[in-house]
């Protein structure tokens, strides 16, 4: 590539796996409907040891039309929802492979997880104590290792190009997107499967962010626990899940004919160097990330007409957010829709990045912005629009996907309307 030439990414593939819906049609259907994905936790006994017994769990997943049985048994959760995703992904994009005229080692594959397979780490760790050393499983590290995930989406597609896994907590797959973008911007691979994945409803990780008050325990109306930007809100409610995406130079996408989906035009990153878990005053580091997201996309904050919050229902994130966007777009900021998917979906963790800048590319797409459910009590600190009365239909030429991970990693993501 020439000196200071940069190249447009665009999007060709979407691929969702969720608490409300298996696949993208289903997925964004029942989002736009207003549709929760909490209930009781069914992945194991969550007696009443556990203060909190609810999530958002993925209902009657099949993975069979993808992987073979063998596979099944060898990837654990969180693997299978990666390769259920990137294959409707590459489904869509009409990829079976490297596109047309890409070499292989131009191909690659950016995919972040949080925690990677931590429920095959719990079982193995059980028959460790109660078996011994010889029983552990031998496919336990390739099960349990997060970059497992784009290992096997790779050897699936051939993808020889830049292989990696993104681990920044609830950031994880913004941060693998914005990489995969930048890969592309920069001319090391001309396309890329990216996105996200994680399956964290397990003993060990419930009781984890039990102990540390970070999640909702209104066990008695799992539907409505997840409540972001409301003032009654107590806590994140977890959820699983995976989201995907292919990535394309623009000239690659056209020269294929392939159909053109949106644009990844600008990635911000920041750390707040703050606190492990609470976010800085004001939302500081998440000023940047947008500030930074909209400079690299050339876009005014005045343009934005959506935010798709990180909103993930606690008390200290939504307050902070909400700051962070007024001091961002200022005046634009009350004439725009601010919601949170978190509030159906559930905290996928490392993969609500890419599940909602999928959200963000289809209401760009579709002009359609889906609601944010459960806020019935106004939080004088959070006084946007919400679209707390059901979805709108709204143009939407220029989307922000914000998300922010303990440790204090920020990431925005400028998602803009294609044609």
């Avoid at 209930?39 to 039309?65: L, W």
Wanted: net charge negative; glycine share 12%.
């Amino acid at each position: 590539m020439a000196e200071g030439s940069r190249r447009r990414v665009v999007v060709t593939g979407l691929g969702l796996v969720t608490p409300v819906g298996v696949g993208v049609p289903a997925a964004w259907e029942a989002l736009l409907a207003g549709k929760s994905g909490g209930a009781a936790i069914s992945h194991f006994e969550a007696t009443e040891d556990y203060p909190t017994r609810i999530a958002c769990e993925v209902k009657g997943f099949d993975p069979s039309g993808v992987l073979e049985p063998k596979e099944i048994r060898r990837f654990d959760r969180f693997a299978q929802f990666a390769m259920v995703a990137a294959d409707e992904a590459m489904r869509q994009a009409g990829l079976d492979g490297p596109p047309e005229g890409v070499d292989a080692s131009r191909f690659g594959v950016i995919f972040g997880s949080g925690i990677g397979g931590i429920g095959t780490f719990e079982e193995q760790c059980k028959i460790l104590l109660e078996r011994g050393p010889s029983r552990v499983s031998p496919f336990f590290v390739p099960m349990f290792i997060p970059d497992i995930a784009p290992g096997l989406i790779s050897i699936r597609y051939g993808a020889k190009g830049a292989n990696y896994t993104t681990v920044s907590a609830c950031a994880s797959s913004a941060h693998a997107i914005g990489e995969a973008a930048r890969a592309i911007e920069r001319g090391d691979v001309d396309a890329v499967i990216s996105g996200g994945t994680e399956a964290t409803i397990t003993p060990l990780t419930v009781a984890g962010f039990s102990a540390m008050k970070a999640m909702s325990t209104r066990n008695d109306e799992p539907a409505e626990a997840s409540r972001p930007f409301d003032a009654t809100r107590d806590g994140f409610v977890m959820g699983e899940g995976a989201g995907s995406i292919v990535l394309e130079a623009l000239e690659v996408a056209q020269a294929r004919g392939a159909e053109i989906l949106g644009e990844v035009a600008g990635y911000g990153l920041s750390a707040d160097a703050y606190h492990i878990t609470a976010p800085a005053p004001d939302g500081e580091g998440a000023q940047s990330a947008m500030r930074m997201a909209l400079a690299d996309a050339g876009e005014d904050p005045s343009e934005v007409d959506y935010v798709n919050a990180h909103g993930t229902s606690t008390p200290h994130n939504d307050r902070s957010e909400t700051a962070a966007i007024r001091a961002v777009l200022g005046r634009r900021a009350e004439e725009i829709v601010v919601g949170s998917t978190k509030s159906m979906t559930g905290h996928l963790l490392g993969a609500a990045g890419a599940v909602e800048t999928v959200v963000s590319i289809l209401a760009c797409r579709e002009g359609r912005i889906p609601p944010t459910i459960n806020l019935r009590n106004p939080d004088p600190e959070c006084d946007l629009d919400y679209a707390s009365d059901g979805a709108r239909d709204r143009e939407v030429r220029l989307a922000l996907s914000n998300s922010f991970g303990f440790g204090g990693h920020n990431v925005c993501l400028a998602i803009r309307r294609w044609g």
